[in-house]
């Protein structure tokens, strides 16, 4: 549990340098090249992630649940899911159907990559209809991976709007 504290407090940190930085230049005239440029940074830590959002959109727990750490921690809405089992019995469902329904669109996206470790930090707008309520909203994630045995497994995630 200490390597995923240690892993928290650096994701917190890096999460309020980079918004300081993002909002401190937010009237400069290259921020939408900046944020171009962001969104198209591939590693193989932002390839897990990209097929764990496809995995939910289309419904593939299997690939879903493969991509997470049986002991990730997941910050959601307010609450917290404390394995991998956990969510995939209570939330994954819901956040499947959620967004099978809805169009997603990223606005910023950065992936950096220290060793064994990543994170990546995104903003992205939701628009569509879920439930019969129009949705229109902006969220923001941020995920910590880890690469053991050669493979990026997603070992906390943080989701808010």
């Not at 928290?8 to 918004?19: E, F, P």
């Not at 669109?105 to 064994?116: T, W």
């Not at 569509?128 to 070992?155: C, H, P, Y």
């Amino acid at each position: 549990m200490k390597v995923i504290e240690s892993i928290l407090i650096t994701t917190l940190v890096l999460s309020a340098s980079m918004s300081f930085n993002l909002h401190a230049h937010k009237n400069d005239k290259n921020v939408a090249k900046i944020e171009t440029e962001i969104s198209v940074i591939e590693t193989e830590a932002g390839k897990a992630i990209a097929q764990f959002h496809q995995a939910l959109k289309s419904g593939d727990k299997v690939t879903a649940r493969s991509l997470l750490a049986d002991d990730v921690l997941i910050f959601e809405g307010g609450g917290v899911e404390k394995s991998a089992d956990e969510y995939a019995q209570h939330h994954m469902i819901a956040d499947m159907k959620y967004l099978a329904a809805i169009n997603t669109e990223l606005i910023e996206y950065q992936v950096k990559v220290i060793g064994d470790l990543a994170y990546a930090m995104s903003r992205s707008k939701s628009t569509g209809q879920f439930r019969g309520k129009d949705i229109n909203s902006e969220g923001m994630e941020t995920m910590v991976l880890q690469k053991t045995a050669g493979k990026w497994k997603i070992v906390h995630i943080h989701w808010s709007n």
